[in-house]
């Protein structure tokens, strides 16, 4: 695997295939940060189309101050709010099934933690919390960029985001504790 500044500078002098590279190393990235702002697989592709444009238009900016990932992550999330503001949509608007409505038929809490798909468990209750804590969250847990790379990335000021990251972890518990109490009666 090329490292940044060899892959950027293949990039910039044309290469087409260091693109592409680029592309399915931040593929995913982009896609996370896009999926918290929308919920429609339509509107997710269409922005992650425009990032990955305004990526390569804009290569020639990129100057190593920070790591690419967080300078491409700071593209997704600004396009993803500028496409928002396009088309006067609010942010997930699509309605979310309670976590309490899940049912599991296991004897035991941990034989039904062990039946369940924690993955998909837990985007589930990631889901239901604030916009900007499951932004936050997926940022710093799942991507695992730093405090100062987060406000980097959104323009939130650092404290806001230790505060959001807090509320969402605390919010988790609470949902998870409240699960598995209802469970254990």
Same mark, same amino acid.
């Given at each position: 695997?090329l490292d940044?500044?060899e892959?950027?500078?293949k990039?910039?002098k044309?290469?087409l295939?260091?693109?592409?590279?680029?592309?399915?190393?931040?593929?995913?990235?982009?896609?996370? %940060?896009?999926?918290? &702002?929308f919920?429609?697989?339509e509107d997710?592709?269409?922005?992650c189309q425009? +990032?990955?444009?305004?990526? *390569?238009?804009?290569?020639?900016?990129?100057k190593?101050?920070?790591?690419?990932?967080t300078w491409?992550?700071?593209?997704?999330y600004?396009?993803a709010?500028?496409h928002?503001k396009?088309?006067?949509?609010s942010?997930i608007?699509v309605?979310i099934?309670?976590?309490?409505?899940?049912y599991l038929?296991?004897?035991?809490?941990e034989?039904k933690?062990?039946?369940?798909? %924690?993955?998909?468990? &837990?985007?589930?209750?990631?889901?239901?919390?604030?916009?900007?804590?499951?932004l +936050?969250l997926t940022?710093y *847990?799942?991507?695992?960029?730093?405090y100062?790379e987060?406000?980097?990335?959104?323009?939130m000021?650092?404290?806001?985001?230790?505060?959001?990251?807090?509320?969402?972890r605390?919010m988790l518990?609470d949902k998870?504790?409240?699960?598995?109490?209802?469970?254990?009666v």
């Amino acid at each position: 695997m090329l490292d940044e500044k060899e892959l950027v500078n293949k990039v910039l002098k044309g290469d087409l295939t260091a693109f592409k590279t680029l592309v399915e190393q931040y593929q995913n990235l982009v896609f996370c %940060v896009i999926r918290r &702002l929308f919920r429609e697989d339509e509107d997710v592709e269409d922005v992650c189309q425009e +990032v990955f444009i305004k990526v *390569h238009q804009h290569l020639t900016r990129f100057k190593f101050q920070s790591k690419l990932s967080t300078w491409i992550a700071q593209i997704a999330y600004r396009t993803a709010l500028n496409h928002l503001k396009k088309y006067k949509r609010s942010l997930i608007s699509v309605p979310i099934k309670p976590i309490e409505d899940v049912y599991l038929s296991a004897e035991n809490i941990e034989q039904k933690l062990n039946d369940l798909d %924690v993955a998909a468990y &837990l985007d589930k209750l990631i889901a239901q919390l604030p916009e900007q804590y499951q932004l +936050v969250l997926t940022l710093y *847990h799942l991507k695992e960029f730093s405090y100062q790379e987060i406000e980097a990335i959104t323009g939130m000021p650092e404290g806001t985001v230790k505060s959001y990251l807090f509320r969402a972890r605390k919010m988790l518990k609470d949902k998870l504790d409240k699960y598995l109490k209802n469970e254990q009666v």
